[in-house]
C-alpha cells in the first residue's frame, strides 16, 4: 500500500498507520487510553495502493476482535454482614459466639475480576463468586475462642479491566456483628430473710422458720438471661430486677426442710451471645 489511516468518527482528522518494515504489506498503529475513555473501540480503514487505487473502507475484524474501554472504577452495590448465631439470627445488630459462622455477602454494580477481605495483618481474603456473572461474591468463617468486639473488615477489589474500587469498611445495610466468646460470671450472691431473727452466734446468719420467705440474690458481670437456680431442692427461674445484671428468687420454708443451712445451686444462665455459665 501506499498508505493507510483510520478514522475514528466524524469531523476527525485520519490517523496514518505506520508501515512495518519496507514491504508496504504490514501496518501497525497504537494509542494510549485516557480516563472518560468508554465503550467500543471504533475504527474505519481508509488506504490505497502504489497506483492510487482507493480501498474499500474497512470498520470490523478479521477474527472477530475487539476492545471495549472501561475506565470507571467499580462500586459496591450490597454489603452485608450475617451471623448464624441463632439469638440473633435475621436482626441488622447480631451477635456471635465461638463456633458461630459470620458470612459476608457482596454485590457489585459490575463483573469484578477480584474481590478480597481484610480484617487486620495478614494476607486478605479472597471471596467466592456465586454463580458465573461476578457480581455476587461471599466469604465465610468460624468465629474461635478467644476473639471479641465488633467484626470488622476492608474490602478490596477491581474490575475485569483493572480498575481498582475505592476501598470500603461499612455494610450498605447498617448490618453488624459483635463477637463476644467470653462466658458470663457471678459477680455476688447473698440470702435475706423476711424473719428478723439472726443466730446470735453468727449476726450474718438469718433464722428462718416455716412459712418464712427466703430471698437469693446474685449479680453477674454482664447482662445475662435464663437464669436458674435451686434452693433446698426446689427448682426456680430467677426475675430480673433490671438490666439483666441483678437477679433475685424467693423460696418459701416448708415445714420438710429441717436442715441447718439452705443449700443453692446456680445451675444455669446465658449471655445475649449465648455463652453459657
Known amino acids: 500500500l501506499k498508505s493507510l489511516s483510520v478514522g475514528g468518527g466524524e469531523g476527525e482528522e485520519p490517523t496514518p498507520l505506520n508501515p512495518v518494515g519496507d514491504s508496504g504489506l504490514e501496518w501497525t498503529l497504537s494509542r494510549t487510553v485516557e480516563s472518560g475513555d468508554s465503550g467500543e473501540l471504533t475504527f ?93 461474591w461471599t466469604v465465610s468463617r ?24 475505592a476501598s470500603v469498611s461499612n455494610t450498605t445495610n447498617s448490618s453488624t456483628v459483635m463477637v463476644d466468646t467470653v462466658a458470663p460470671t457471678i459477680e455476688s450472691v447473698s440470702f435475706s430473710s423476711s424473719s428478723p431473727s439472726s443466730d446470735p452466734d453468727y449476726p450474718s446468719s438469718y433464722l428462718s422458720m ?21 434452693i433446698n ?21 416448708t415445714s420438710g426442710e429441717d436442715v441447718e443451712s439452705l443449700e443453692f445451686e446456680i445451675t444455669s444462665f446465658s449471655d445475649p451471645s449465648g455463652n453459657a455459665l
Open 210 to 230: 416455716e412459712d418464712d420467705t427466703v430471698t437469693l440474690s446474685l449479680t453477674t458481670d454482664e447482662r445475662v438471661e435464663n437464669v436458674e437456680v435451686k
Open 142 to 165: 468460624t468465629v474461635e475462642s478467644g476473639e471479641n468486639g465488633e467484626s470488622g473488615f476492608t474490602l478490596n477489589y477491581e474490575d475485569l479491566a483493572g480498575n481498582d474500587g
Open 44 to 136: 474505519t480503514l481508509n488506504y490505497e495502493d502504489l497506483a492510487g487505487n482507493d480501498g474499500v473502507s474497512v470498520s470490523n475484524t478479521t477474527n472477530n476482535s475487539k476492545i471495549t474501554f472501561d475506565t470507571s472504577a467499580p462500586t459496591l452495590s450490597g454489603i452485608v454482614l450475617a451471623s448464624t448465631n441463632a439469638n440473633t439470627e435475621g436482626q441488622l445488630e447480631q451477635l456471635a459466639k465461638a463456633g458461630d459462622t459470620v458470612t459476608l455477602t457482596v454485590a457489585s454494580s459490575e463483573a469484578l475480576k477480584s474481590l478480597s477481605v481484610g480484617g487486620g495483618e495478614g494476607e486478605p481474603t479472597p471471596f467466592n463468586p456465586v454463580g458465573d456473572s461476578g457480581l455476587e
Open 233 to 253: 431442692g426446689y427448682s426456680y427461674s430467677a426475675t430480673d430486677d433490671g438490666g439483666g445484671t441483678s437477679w433475685t428468687v424467693e423460696h418459701m420454708v
